[in-house]
């Protein structure tokens, strides 16, 4: 079992910044990839990035390249989302997610562990 716990979340205003983080606990030697997805009501949820727990390979969708940033601090077991120049549009309930089994980096899908969410919103 992985247990996961975002926090930094919050309120922003056009154009700030975020960091999001996510603790990993439990079986964390047995995570291969960490990702970091968003929902908004009515919509699915959308993958925005994800990395590779051991080898630090990240990727990152297009429609928030350059924007967004994943990385990690193994270490401590952490992962962090990076969001800069916010949008209104970019409200949404965050969430970080662990795969254990290895899928292409892109690979939406089959994520076995999930955090509780984090609301970040972003308003003037």
């Known amino acids: 079992q992985v247990q996961l716990v975002e926090f930094g979340g919050g309120s922003v205003q056009p154009g700030g910044s975020l960091r999001l983080s996510c603790t990993a606990s439990?079986?964390?030697?047995?995570?291969?990839?960490m990702g970091w997805f968003r929902q908004t009501p009515g919509k699915e949820r959308e993958l925005l990035g994800s990395i590779r727990w051991k080898s630090g390979v990240t990727y990152q969708v297009n429609s928030v390249q350059g924007r967004f940033t994943v990385s990690s601090d193994i270490a401590k077991s952490t992962v962090h989302l990076q969001m800069n120049n916010l949008k209104p549009e970019d409200t949404a309930v965050y969430y970080c997610?662990?795969?254990?089994?290895?899928?292409?980096?892109?690979?939406?899908?089959?994520?076995?562990?999930w955090g509780q969410g984090t609301q970040v919103t972003v308003s003037p």
């Open positions: 997610a662990a795969r254990i089994r290895n899928y292409d980096l892109a690979a939406r899908a089959n994520y076995d562990y």
């Open positions: 439990g079986r964390t030697d047995s995570i291969n990839t």
